[in-house]
């Protein structure tokens, strides 16, 4: 079983970036996917999240009106685009998959291996 993030990368103060993360080993449709930040120094932090029958998606309240979440079942990948990009959005990115829709990092039981986001002033 294995969640792969891919995506990140280097980007200006108002840019965009599209993260993936594709499931693998097993299906996920049935779970909710969901996305989670940490930066340096801090805890890691619920994003946006959706559920496994399209429930949601929910969003922090830091990425309200800037991130889109959306999955591909055929595909088992959930897709995050990030719009309007802030420095204080720089944090490693990670994809998690939970049995229920949520905002609690504890909640989610597997884990990928986090994407690096870079947002420069």
């Known amino acids: 079983v294995q969640l792969q993030a891919s995506g990140g990368g280097l980007v200006q103060t108002g840019g965009s970036l599209r993260l993936s993360c594709a499931a693998s080993g097993r299906t996920f449709n049935g779970y909710a996917m969901g996305w989670f930040r940490q930066a340096p120094g801090k805890e890691r932090e619920f994003v946006a999240a959706?559920?496994?029958?399209?429930?949601?998606?929910i969003h922090a309240a830091s990425m309200k009106g800037r991130g889109t979440l959306s999955r591909d079942y055929a595909k088992n990948t959930v897709y995050l685009l990030m719009a309007n990009l802030r420095p204080e959005d720089t944090a490693v990115y990670y994809c998690a998959a939970s049995p229920t829709l949520s905002i609690i990092v504890g909640q989610y039981i597997y884990w990928g291996q986090g994407t690096l986001v870079t947002v420069s002033s």
């Open positions: 959706i559920g496994g029958s399209g429930r949601g998606p």
